[in-house]
T-cell receptor, first 116, second 112 residues
């Protein structure tokens, strides 16, 4: 089966600019996650979708970050305006039935964002 | 809250050496446990998993056993290869939120 697709792979922007990331999950996976992975750290969940509804966005900095999942398939994550501390790899993952049932997640290759 | 603690890296080994990466967890109930691997420049890949106590997950020569009594899920491999050089993440599922909680990762470097 095709994996989780993410684009772009790399992005360099200046602080205060805006940026958007795109994710296409595995077909049929109802649950979609965006994680932020800062260099040297484990991934941190930003937002979790179930179909096109938000399940958990408690860790999303809503003053600058936004995400949507229209039609319950593709998703976009936006940062506006970006700060230096947003430099990280942004990982998208999808799951058939949720982590707790042992399915785990399938991750995309990620988008490496550098804010200068 | 739920959390995962991994041994700090880097772990540096010669090829064919025995590998152990320690992982312990704190959780309410009985979470599923996972090991993910991240090769340089790539995303996270599921390496193995265990969904209940005493289960052993295995893949590509790696093994980990779900130990409820010690709340541990240590990763082992009998003979590492240079190609195993990567960052390894231990994770658990949170039953309340159905999301994965990751440890900080352990970098493994294998030299010929």
């Amino acid at each position: 089966e095709a994996g989780v697709a993410q684009s772009p792979r790399y992005k360099i922007i200046e602080k205060r600019q805006s940026v958007a990331f795109w994710c296409n999950p595995i077909s049929g996976h109802a649950t979609l996650y965006w994680y932020q992975q800062i260099l040297g750290q484990g991934p941190k969940l930003l937002i979790q979708f179930q179909n096109n509804g938000v399940v958990d966005d408690s860790q999303l900095p809503k003053d600058r970050f936004s995400a949507e999942r229209l039609k319950g398939v593709d998703s976009t994550l936006k940062i506006q305006p970006a700060k230096l501390e947003d430099s990280a790899v942004y990982l998208c993952a999808s799951s058939l039935a949720g982590a707790d049932r042992g399915y785990g997640y399938t991750f995309g290759s990620g988008t490496r964002l550098t804010v200068v | 809250g739920n959390s995962v603690t991994q041994m700090e890296g880097p772990v540096t080994l010669s090829e064919e050496a025995f590998l152990t990466i320690n992982c312990t967890y704190t959780a309410t109930g009985y979470p599923s446990l996972f090991w993910y691997v991240q090769y340089p420049g790539e995303g996270l890949q599921l390496l193995l998993k265990a969904t209940k106590a005493d289960d052993k997950g295995s893949n590509k020569g790696f093994e980990a056993t779900y130990r409820k009594e010690t709340t541990s899920f240590h990763l082992e491999k009998g003979s590492v290869q240079v190609s195993d050089s990567a960052v390894y993440f231990c994770a658990l599922s949170d039953r309340d939120t159905d999301k994965l909680i990751f440890g900080t990762g352990t970098r493994l470097q294998v030299f010929p």
